[in-house]
């Protein structure tokens, strides 16, 4: 099921949930996602009255060492915090010499003791010192930007499963050329000299500014799907979708008159709700609604466009 524009604000809400969880709960998800975040990250087990150095995991061959705290409530929660920075810091350096890179994760608040902690460990282990180390304090946004919110959408579903997909899209058939055209990092076709959107027509329908920029931007996508529909099995899609867009079109046109509405819902149609909150997907929408404006699917074409058209075939014939 493809999902909704706005996927990373539920995944982000997700990850926030779980950032609200105290104790274990908080490290065990911290383990989860630096597990598919490096590829040899090593959560050591406690052994016996060793316990785990102090360490919560081990990754890029050793040379990061992380240490985890998950707030515990009714707790002190600041000296506590700052007593498990320092703790647990001195335990790692003693028992584990790989290490250049210490980061501490937490979703516990930060006050001035705790802070205090981490930049005395800093000082300590500064670029002129005989062990230089990089101390680095994660907490729950940095959690968030740095790791959590850098893996693709079949990673953060391993995570986070459920996620909501797009309902009531129209033109479902489409969705798979949008996501084909999301998906390619070159956004823009550079070989392709993008003209002009047809003026007479967007005069003649009255469209406003802001819808014309969105289809010049749209419309740079024109060749993928030239490609996508020639690279199908089935040649009449093409037509069947232009036909759909044509009906889309004149419900929209019987509830509302205002232009930019009427491509709004053509947006929504193809691309579900809240479209415009993934960059990628609604310059997608407007390509292809441009795409099919252009071939005249959808709104109506000036006289006398349609009386040169005419002309034009009759002189052929």
Known sequence: MLLTPNWRDWYHFRHQQECFKSGTAFEDYVSKVLELYHDDYVNPAPAGSLGDGGCD??????????????????????????????????????????????????????????????????????PATNRPLNIRYINKERLWKDVVGTFDLEVLNEVFPGAPGIENVELADLVPLLDSLGAESAAIDTNYAVLPVPMTKMDYNELPEHSRLEFNAGRRLALRID???????DPGVYDANGERFRSLYQSARAVTSVPAEILERLYVSIAGPNFRMDGKRANAAFAVVSYFFDSCHIFEMPPQAIEHEEGSGAAAH
């Open 57 to 126: 995991g081990l990754a890029e061959s050793g040379s990061i060492f992380y240490a985890c705290y998950g707030q515990r409530p009714g707790r002190l929660a600041e000296r506590e915090l700052a007593t498990k920075i320092r703790t647990d810091f001195a335990r790692g350096l003693s028992e584990w010499d790989s290490f250049h890179t210490w980061k501490f994760v937490t979703n516990a608040p930060v006050g001035p003791e705790a802070l205090r902690a981490i930049t005395e460990i800093q000082v300590l282990h500064g």
């Open 227 to 233: 490609r996508w529909y020639g690279e199908l099995s």
